[in-house]
């Protein structure tokens, strides 16, 4: 709120509205201190004297917040009862008997066959082979040529002259008479 400072004017004019920089606002209205602001007095030409110091005081306008009441009318909830006629319900318990049916479970036997595996031992007899070595005679065939004498029949052809009858007929022409 404090230490803040007032900008001259708006325009840069005299007699404009202030306009506070970085002041608060309380209830719309701007509120600032008073600030007092020291100027040197412009120099023309460098002098050897000490410069002279000149304060000028400003009057900044602080604005102050006043309060102001507005009667504003507002809706209020008033409880009003009203008595209104419900019909609660009442249970009246009656007993009734309804048959409901109940399962009974029972056990009835009931021959499964069933595989059961058993081993029965049966001796078979399993022929091994065994080697005997037996000495057997082998018959070898030697062949050997022997010259032996065979009476052979010969046939022989011998010409025999054999008296044949031999019947030849003979046609002989013999002249005939012929009557015409």
């Known amino acids: 709120m404090f230490g803040t400072t007032t900008v001259?004017?708006?325009g840069g004019g005299i007699g404009a509205f202030p306009t506070t920089v970085g002041a608060p606002m309380v209830g719309g209205a701007v509120m600032s201190a008073p600030?007092?602001?020291?100027?040197?007095?412009?120099?023309?030409?460098?002098?050897?004297?000490?410069?002279a110091v000149q304060t000028v005081e400003k009057v900044v306008e602080v604005p102050q917040l006043m309060t102001q009441e507005v009667v504003r009318q507002v809706p209020v909830v008033q409880m009003q009862e009203v008595v209104r006629n419900v019909p609660?319900?009442?249970?009246q318990t009656v007993e009734?008997?309804?048959?409901?049916?109940?399962?009974q479970t029972y056990e009835t036997?009931?021959?499964?066959?069933?595989?059961?595996?058993?081993?029965?031992?049966?001796?078979?007899?399993r022929?091994?082979?065994?080697?005997?070595?037996?000495?057997?005679?082998?018959?070898?065939v030697q062949t050997v040529e022997?010259?032996?004498?065979?009476?052979?029949t010969q046939v022989m052809e011998k010409v025999v002259p054999v008296p044949q009858v031999v019947t030849q007929e003979v046609v002989r022409q013999v002249a005939r008479p012929q009557t015409i």
Request: hydrophobic fraction near 50%; proline fraction near 17%.
């Open 35 to 51: 600030v007092v602001e020291t100027f040197a007095a412009p120099m023309a030409a460098p002098m050897i004297s000490a410069p």
């Open 8 to 10: 001259g004017a708006l």
């Open 146 to 152: 022997k010259v032996v004498e065979v009476p052979q």
């Open 109 to 125: 036997v009931i021959p499964v066959p069933q595989v059961q595996v058993q081993e029965v031992v049966r001796q078979v007899p």
């Open 96 to 103: 009734k008997l309804v048959e409901v049916p109940q399962v």
């Open 88 to 91: 609660v319900p009442q249970i």
């Open 127 to 140: 022929v091994m082979p065994q080697e005997v070595v037996r000495q057997v005679p082998v018959p070898q």
